[in-house]
């Protein structure tokens, strides 16, 4: 009987965070494995434009950073199994990853699974998902050209996307539940030049209307409620971790379920870290899921080796 592989460090996520890891515990000497779901580079990959990492003063599309990322593992030769992790058994000295195709050993395990959309909890969100409701701006976009949609929420995505789909609606109105955006003011700045946009602050969906698709919203601004005539909503209302694989494992996590860690990225469980935006932390970017995971290969070296 074949033994189980068992790798220096299994990395769950092969988003920047993992894809960083994998970088650092090359150069260190680890065998290491990527399991991802969906493709190198996460969810970047569905940015339009990624404008705020060093050395692309031009910026870079999301794809595009996806797919050299993606490069850059198989030139060192990283192997990364397209799989859905299903549970971790994460204590004692050999973890164990089980997937819906098997089960992967490691020495040391990282969590770097990201984030996934917030639902609005509204009536006709999930009716209509992918017939007027969606939540990438960037897959769904050209659907709407010369319509009118709306995008919901206050934060650096929205804003971003808002944006992103002045580009091809003939209208985009920005709807925000209070009188102040909590996105970075560089955004900010450059959603209120754009003609096509209307900001509608103070503003809550009550239902979204429509019978095979989006037609109209039901809002409530400042109390007073009022319909919206659009053919899409774009809902960027925040992101909550992508942890159910953890359900059972006691790990020291925030109230909104973020993993907590140290300085080194290591977990409350002994050989396992968490990297990106799975992590609590101050700002959630490609920028800083790159330092996480650096940091996260290099502590799991240390642990390894010393
Ligand atoms: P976020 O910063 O958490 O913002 C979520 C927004 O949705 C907030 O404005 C919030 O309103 C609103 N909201 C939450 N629940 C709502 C509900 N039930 N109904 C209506 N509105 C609701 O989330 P995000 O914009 O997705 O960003 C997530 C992280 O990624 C952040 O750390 C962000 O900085 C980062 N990010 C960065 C970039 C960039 O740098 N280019 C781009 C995208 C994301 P309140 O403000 O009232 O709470």
Redesign the pocket.
Known sequence: MNEQKIYDMVIIGGGPAGATAAIYAARAGLASIIIEQMNIGGEIVS?DRL??YPAFPEGISGAEFGMLLQQQMESLDVPVEMTQVEHVTLEGEVKKVETISGSVAGKTVLIATG?E??L??VKGETELLGRGVSYCATCDAAFFRGKNVAV?????????ETIFLARFAEKVYL????D?????SW?QDKVMKIPSVEILWNT??SEIEGEKKVDGLKIKQDGQDRDLDVQGLFI????KPKTGFLEGVEMERDDRGFIITSGKMETSIDGVYAAG?IRKKY???VITAASDGAIAATAAAQYLFT
């Open positions: 940015t404008d705020n984030t959309p917030n609005l909890g919901v929420g206050g934060g650096d995505a929205a804003l971003e709807i925000h539940r209070r102040q955006f909590r996105g970075c955004l809550t969906i960027y209302a925040g992101r935006d700002l959630r970017q």
